[in-house]
């Protein structure tokens, strides 16, 4: 080895070694990038499970979801979801969009959460409901206490049989730089058949 | 007579929770005006419980406070859709109340942290500084120890000229 080839192996070490004094400094310094930033929303049945999820519904008979929300979004986020009832006419969250569904919420709930934290709850819902001929109306919906008025009417669905409604969740998030609650493009929902009395 | 004194005592105290009860009844408005303070309360003091979280501070205590406002205010907007005015306003008078010096709270833990990053930042950056001094001046006299090194070697390699006899 010639004296410049082992002068350049000494410059070399020696930045090396200032690097590595230099870096808990660094570390202090520089924030390197998070990954993707996102919540998740999510339903499951009864059994705590994605499956078994109440379908068949009868008359003022208690049925139970679970609803859970996670923050992946670096950072302490403030969520709200509505709760909404549709029947098969009612119009859905455009998710393409990301626009929310016009129906007015029946029922909200308001959750912080911390960086990768979760947060789960048992909701328990029942329907009070009549069927005349190919007509059902649903007067009532009753949703962890509250019983709320919702006056939604269905006809008999020829093609799946049966009187469909839909009870759907949409996740809004807190925008500080708006201010205000914004539309997160996430929403999770279960068909219900009101089918006995 | 008797009788007529009852009925008419009867009749006062009828009126008089009756009269209680429209003096004292809260209105939609204000349930409304109750709910849009309380829902900017939670707010700002969200706000700033994020930027402290942000600045690194330990703000799981305020979390509590702003979980348990959270799930006041959701109550209050609840109670207020089924019709029931007097809960509403009283979830969310408790919401605003809830959350009453979290803000402040919060700045101050928010200035704390910072402080303390800037400690930190101060402390290992001079340690730095020293450390990169220290192996500077140390490079460089290495520098001159290899080099001598190299050259004393190089000229131990050097062959050696004798005389021819």
Redesign the interface.
């Known amino acids: 080895m010639n004296l410049e080839d082992f002068k350049l192996l000494y410059v070399l070490s020696c930045i090396g070694l200032g690097l590595i004094i230099l870096s808990p400094t660094l570390a202090v310094v520089v924030k390197l990038p998070s990954g993707e930033r996102f919540s998740e929303l999510w339903i499951l049945g009864p059994s705590h499970m994605a499956e078994d999820y109440p379908f068949n519904v009868s008359a003022n008979k208690l049925y139970k979801v679970y609803l859970g929300i996670s923050n992946h979004m670096d950072g302490l986020e403030y969520y709200r979801v509505y709760v909404k009832f549709r029947n098969q006419t009612d119009p859905l969250p455009d998710a393409v969009n990301g626009v929310p569904s016009d129906l007015e919420p029946l029922l909200e709930y308001r959750v912080f959460l911390k960086h990768n934290e979760d947060w789960e709850r048992e909701i328990h819902f029942s329907f009070d409901f009549d069927i005349e001929g190919n007509i059902c109306s649903v007067s009532k919906l009753v949703i962890d206490g509250y019983a709320l008025d919702v006056d939604k009417v269905t006809g008999w669905d020829e093609e799946k049989g049966g009187f469909h409604f839909q009870l759907f969740f949409e996740l809004w998030l807190y925008n500080a730089s708006v201010p205000n609650f914004r539309f997160d493009d996430r929403f999770v929902w279960i068909w219900l058949n009101m089918t006995s009395l | 007579m008797v009788k007529r004194k009852s009925f008419v005592c009867f009749m006062f105290i009828l009126m008089f929770f009756w009269f209680a009860h429209v003096c004292f009844a809260v209105d939609k408005a204000a349930v409304d005006g109750a709910l849009i303070d309380a829902e900017s309360d939670l ?1 700002s003091a ?2 700033v ?2 930027e402290a ?2 600045a690194g501070a330990n ?1 799981s205590e305020l ?1 509590v406070k ?2 348990f406002a ?2 006041l ?2 109550q209050a ?3 207020n ?2 019709g029931d005015y007097d809960k509403a306003y009283s979830f969310a008078i408790n919401c605003s109340e809830s959350v009453d010096g979290t803000a402040d709270e919060a700045l101050g833990l928010k200035l704390e942290a910072e402080k303390a ?1 800037s400690g ?2 101060f402390m ?2 001079a ?2 500084t020293v ?2 001094s220290v ?1 500077f001046v140390l ?1 460089l006299f ?2 001159r120890f ?2 001598n090194r ?1 050259y004393k070697r190089v000229l131990e390699m050097k062959p050696k000229v004798e005389r021819a006899e």
Do not use: H, Q
């Open positions: 707010v969200y706000v419980v994020g979280e942000k703000v979390l702003l979980r959270g799930t205010l959701a907007y609840n109670t859709r089924t990053y930190r930042l290992t950056g340690v730095s450390a990169l192996l490079s290495g520098w290899w080099k190299y």
